[in-house]
């Protein structure tokens, strides 16, 4: 009988633990209002800020914002990985001009039992202010998402152990999606993810938001 229940737990331990390898996260009412005002606001800003790619460039019309449903399934935990060796790497904007960016490290994002490297980028502003960001491209991009790729921002801590979160949700396309007086930085082949992340801001332009059946 004792035999017979150390062999149950032991199998259910073990259920346990593989099941909860990879685990979608929850999402819930307030997090989905949240993040419709987020995105409403971002609409605001888009028509009415002076800096604005549609104030900027007057042939760029502004329309709202195309997006996917908030979803629990591209919300990743991870910590950040640094690289022992912060290497300067060279990259292209959409209007050709070279750039440099620091590659700080990268996080692992598990879907579906399996893990996928993530660069974080540190660049520089005009005044020389350091900021971190994540470029990637995914199995969407040039369908239902903008050709370029797709941005998320990405706020350091100094805590090296920190698990931080990585929302798809909040995607986003920068400003050279909506105007070609704009330039953005290229992802490089190294920030490819091989799967559909159905998460975040479509393409701006009509013709690519129509989602395969």
Request: proline residues 3%; hydrophobic residues 30%; negative net charge.
């Amino acid at each position: 009988m004792v035999k017979k229940y150390l062999l149950l737990l032991i199998t259910g331990l073990i259920q346990f633990s593989c099941g909860n390898h990879e685990s979608v996260v929850k999402i819930d009412e307030q997090f989905v209002s949240q993040l419709q005002q987020e995105r409403e606001n971002k609409d605001w800003e888009l028509q009415y800020d002076s800096y604005s790619p549609f104030k900027v460039d007057t042939t760029a019309k502004f329309e709202s914002l195309k997006y996917y449903d908030a979803t629990g399934e591209f919300i990743f935990k991870s910590k950040l990985y640094k690289n022992n060796s912060q290497d300067t790497i060279s990259i292209f904007g959409t209007l050709g001009e070279e750039r440099k960016a620091i590659v700080e490290g990268f996080v692992l994002l598990n879907y579906k039992g399996e893990d996928h490297k993530l660069n974080i980028y540190k660049s520089f502003g005009p005044q020389g202010q350091s900021y971190y960001s994540i470029w990637f491209t995914d199995q969407t991009t040039g369908k239902e998402t903008y050709p370029v790729g797709r941005y998320l921002d990405f706020k350091l801590s100094e805590d090296p152990e920190f698990i931080y979160e990585i929302d798809f949700n909040r995607a986003y396309n920068p400003y050279c999606a909506y105007s070609d007086l704009f330039t953005c930085p290229i992802p490089t082949k190294d920030d490819y993810l091989d799967f559909e992340i159905k998460a975040g801001e479509k393409n701006f332009h009509t013709e690519l938001n129509t989602e395969k059946k």
